[in-house]
């Protein structure tokens, strides 16, 4: 086990839902790891990044600060 | 509640002005909607920006009849911050919605009491820089509170509101008194209210109110004789807005309108009525709501505020449900559900059909993307169990939610250190910071690290550039660093980042290939050519003397051994023989 701290993480209902929000951010190349097919790592800035993007762009992801 | 000795008596004032705990609050819930819907930028002063101010000076025009706009939003704004009801993320002011909710569920007296707590802490807040009848020396161009030695800073201010609010509690409730009076009284039992008399220190020498000047007059105010002009002001102020605002006192207005009187209220008469009736507010079909504020708690107001945007606010109050509200309370821990429970039981219309559908509608997608902006992840490896190695208690205290199955997830900034939920052999990774180059790398592209040590940057490099063997060994090949670059990585930005990721330098034969695969060497040029042994170093020298040897492109490698082209092979044979030497052709070549 190791433990990963201050990371930003995306889950989304599914591996299409993910890839969408990930090119609305341009981010699918920033994406440091995807541990499911709905779940990637990023960085925190691009997690930021993605957030802004999906809010800027009328969705409303649940943001965990 | 015993009365001051110096006390002195005035006779009822002509008009009224009472304190309005519900009143209070419902600009409260204003001003979080405000807050809300357009997060105030906060400036280096901590005060928020002019635009947003502007704005929240456009909202309030009609709310506050009876305060000064601007004085009575930076009183708002300041209670908030200070009670915890707005806080500060990313430079931007935000509600503290959690909070907000927690404090509304409270009894109107626990939330008054908060409120006045919070208006003595607040530190954002400034009384004696709205005081309407002074005007001051700005030490630098748009400051507004480090303006000059007079203004007290934020602890100073505490000082002096709990002094002022201490010498109004000393007074008998119900009794009216001038304030002129009460401001006399105070500057005979504490003068040092704004400037300290500190014996022989540098305010007690001060002989003026430093960049302090009447509104309209180019000179700095005197101390002496004008105590009524600048500390009167000030108290003038704090009983007119936030002890008044607060519930402290009621103030008393002459017709002459000269001055004005006060009287502390009773201890209980200045809280909030939290009776409404059952059905405060209607539903219509286009989302608006509109809201019989008279009849609402304060607490019932900021459940319907929370899911609607505000059109207009007055006692008949238009607002309108939408989208990102209701989403950002299903972010928030809310339920279709409850929304839709509460909305049914408190319309006097019920809920629209489509209204209901729409907020389904909105709640499901509200939970398709979760984002962690600042997470603190757990993983396991190989067969572990989370739930055994991240200890029970741990794992509820820091709210951990499982994800991705081998993972659990929580936020960082909620979650408590990680070492406190796990045996030290476990590495934490702190992502804020560059991590340790941990890769090892082979002159033949073999790369591998311990597992426990492999770090998300590291895997995405090699994710990019080389191919998994096993859990700790990847292989960076020409296929695989030629399939990076196709896929648009630079060949630099390649070795770049594979170097970022190694402990050591990268091996030099590992560097060489990189390099060509790159192409970053130069060309080799391949050439036919045929070598001529010679037995005797004499015979050597005869060649290279010898007039015809000068047109062969040859070259001498050593005492006995020429190179030459392999396609002058029958130039060099004749010169050979033209020189005598005996020529035996080597049967492999």
Not at chain 1, 59 to 64: L, N
Not at chain 2, 296 to 319: G, K
Not at chain 2, 466 to 481: G, N, P
Not at chain 2, 545 to 555: G, Y
């Amino acid at each position: 086990m190791k433990v990963h701290k201050h990371v930003g993480v995306i889950e989304a209902a599914d591996r299409q839902t993910l890839e969408e929000a990930l090119a609305i951010a341009a981010a699918q190349h920033e994406v440091l790891c995807f541990l499911a097919p709905n779940v990637a790592v990023l960085e925190r800035e691009t997690a930021r990044k993605v957030a802004g993007a999906l809010t800027g762009a009328g969705m409303h992801p649940k943001v965990v600060e | 509640m015993t009365r001051a000795s110096t006390t002195k008596r005035t006779r009822a004032p002509a008009r009224i002005l009472e304190g309005n705990a519900l009143r209070l609050e419902r600009d409260l819930i204003l001003l979080f909607a405000a807050v809300r819907d357009h997060p105030a930028k906060l400036l280096k002063s901590g005060a928020p920006s002019k635009t947003f101010f502007t704005r929240l000076r456009e909202m309030f025009k009609d709310v506050s009849a009876d305060a000064e706009i601007d004085g009575y939003i930076l009183f708002l704004l300041g209670i908030s911050r200070a009670a915890g009801l707005l806080h500060e993320r990313d430079e931007h002011l935000h509600p503290n919605t959690l909070a907000i909710d927690v404090f509304f569920a409270e009894a109107p007296s626990a939330r008054l009491d908060k409120l006045r707590q919070a208006w003595l802490d607040a530190g954002e807040f400034n009384e004696f820089v709205l005081v309407p009848s002074l005007e001051f020396a700005a030490k630098r161009d748009s400051a507004t509170l480090d303006i000059c030695d007079v203004v007290p800073g934020a602890a100073r201010m505490r000082d002096i509101r709990r002094s002022v609010l201490a010498h109004v509690e000393k007074l008998e409730a119900g009794r009216w008194m001038r304030s002129d009076d009460f401001s006399d009284e105070i500057s005979r039992a504490q003068p040092g209210l704004l400037i300290p008399n500190t014996g022989a220190g540098r305010f007690a020498a001060q002989k003026f109110y430093t960049g302090v000047r009447v509104k309209g007059d180019k000179h700095e105010l005197p101390r002496e004789g004008n105590w009524p002009l600048v500390e009167g002001a000030l108290i003038g102020m704090l009983l007119r807005s936030p002890l008044l605002l607060l519930g402290y006192v009621d103030i008393g207005v002459d017709d002459e309108g000269e001055g004005f009187a006060f009287r502390l209220r009773g201890a209980d008469t200045a809280l909030a009525d939290d009776t409404e009736s059952k059905q405060p507010f209607a539903l219509q079909a286009n989302f608006e709501v509109l809201a019989f504020v008279p009849e609402m708690t304060p607490a019932t107001l900021w459940a319907i505020t929370r899911y609607c945007s505000v059109v207009s606010f007055a006692d008949v109050a238009t607002l309108k449900i939408e989208e990102r509200h209701i989403a950002h309370a299903i972010n928030e821990g809310g339920s279709f559900t409850g929304i839709v429970a509460f909305l049914e039981s408190r319309s006097k219309t019920g809920l629209p059909q489509n209204v209901r559908y729409s907020i389904e509608n909105w709640a499901q997608k509200a939970e398709r993307v979760a984002i962690y902006l600042d997470a603190c992840l757990f993983e396991a490896e190989g067969n572990e169990d989370l739930s055994k190695l991240v200890r029970e208690p741990y794992r509820k205290r820091a709210a951990l939610a499982p994800l991705a199955e081998r993972h659990l997830v929580g936020s960082s900034n909620a979650t408590p250190d990680p070492r406190e939920g796990i045996a030290p052999r476990y590495p934490v990774l702190d992502y804020s910071r560059a991590l340790a180059p941990v890769l090892r790398a082979s002159d033949d592209g073999l790369l591998s690290c311990q597992s426990e040590q492999a770090n998300f940057r590291i895997v995405q490099v090699l994710a990019r550039i080389a191919k998994q063997e096993s859990l700790e060994r990847w292989r960076i090949t020409r296929e695989t660093f030629g399939e990076a670059v196709r896929k648009g990585l630079p060949p630099e930005r390649a070795i770049e980042l594979l170097r970022s990721i190694v402990a050591h330098e990268l091996p030099a034969a590992l560097l060489l290939k990189l390099q060509g695969w790159a192409g970053r060497l130069e060309p080799v040029i391949l050439r036919r050519t045929a070598l001529l042994e010679f037995q005797q170093a004499e015979a050597v020298e005869l060649l290279r003397a010898s007039a015809a040897s000068r047109n062969l492109p040859m070259r001498v490698l050593n005492a006995t051994t020429v190179e030459v082209e392999a396609d002058e092979l029958d130039k060099v044979r004749a010169v050979l023989a033209d020189l005598a030497i005996p020529v035996v052709e080597d049967s492999h070549s």
